[in-house]
């Protein structure tokens, strides 16, 4: 029950939650989950790679980088039905003709794990962290496993129950006398205690 409820929740995962993701969300899925445990690190810091525009800062006048969000873009599928990747193995993607920007293009960045996992949380996953991404997935396996972990017990009661049926109790057996005398020839009796009256 172990490997089937394993077996459960991943297949949960991979044909129930990830069908649900944004595009953004199963491309920075794998950056998502290393920020994450990353986070409590103190002062650690790490390569993340993002989908971003330059635009031109109106108040500024200078050219500033945002990231992109899923609502700016349309991606590219293959005749499997899955985000094509380019010659670099990147995910094709397409910027909608109404976004503004003079360039966009996959930004490769270092920034410390906590404030990367904090955007990842609240930008791209609407507040969810992994466990509650997974919760589906980990929540299925659990019961799998519970009810399957019952049912087998149940099972095997009724399996014994007739396996059983008709046999002798408590474990009596039939012996010969050559037999029954040679397991107990160290007894000397029953040990009953007899009352005898004048």
Same mark, same amino acid.
């Given at each position: 029950?172990?490997?089937?409820?394993?077996?459960?929740?991943?297949?949960?995962?991979?044909?129930?939650?990830?069908?649900?993701?944004?595009?953004?969300?199963?491309?920075?899925?794998?950056?998502?989950?290393?920020?994450?445990?990353?986070?409590?690190?103190?002062?650690?810091?790490?390569?993340?790679?993002?989908?971003?525009?330059?635009?031109?800062?109106?108040?500024?006048?200078?050219?500033?980088?945002?990231?992109?969000?899923?609502?700016?873009?349309?991606?590219?599928?293959?005749?499997?039905?899955?985000?094509?990747?380019?010659?670099?193995?990147?995910?094709?993607?397409?910027?909608?003709?109404?976004?503004?920007?003079?360039?966009?293009?996959?930004?490769?960045?270092?920034?410390?794990?906590?404030?990367?996992?904090?955007?990842?949380?609240?930008?791209?996953?609407?507040?969810?962290?992994?466990?509650?991404?997974?919760?589906?997935?980990?929540?299925?396996?659990?019961?799998?496993?519970?009810?399957?972990?019952?049912?087998?017990?149940?099972?095997?009661?009724?399996?014994?129950?007739?396996?059983?049926?008709?046999?002798?109790?408590?474990?009596?057996?039939?012996?010969?006398?050559?037999?029954? &005398?040679?397991?107990?020839?160290?007894?000397?009796?029953?040990?009953?205690?007899?009352? &005898?009256?004048?």
């Amino acid at each position: 029950m172990v490997l089937i409820g394993g077996a459960s929740g991943y297949g949960i995962h991979q044909f129930w939650v990830t069908t649900q993701f944004t595009v953004l969300q199963r491309i920075y899925l794998k950056q998502y989950l290393k920020s994450s445990y990353r986070s409590y690190l103190r002062d650690s810091r790490s390569r993340y790679t993002t989908l971003a525009r330059i635009v031109n800062d109106p108040r500024t006048r200078k050219d500033v980088v945002v990231p992109m969000m899923d609502d700016q873009i349309d991606a590219v599928y293959d005749e499997q039905g899955h985000i094509a990747f380019d010659e670099h193995h990147y995910p094709k993607l397409l910027i909608k003709p109404d976004v503004e920007r003079k360039k966009f293009y996959w930004a490769k960045t270092v920034y410390p794990d906590k404030q990367a996992y904090d955007w990842y949380r609240t930008a791209i996953y609407d507040g969810k962290t992994i466990p509650d991404i997974w919760r589906p997935a980990w929540l299925g396996a659990i019961v799998i496993f519970s009810f399957g972990t019952l049912a087998l017990m149940v099972l095997d009661m009724v399996a014994q129950q007739l396996y059983l049926k008709g046999e002798p109790l408590r474990g009596t057996r039939e012996l010969t006398p050559k037999v029954y &005398a040679r397991e107990h020839r160290t007894q000397l009796g029953y040990m009953v205690r007899v009352y &005898a009256t004048p």
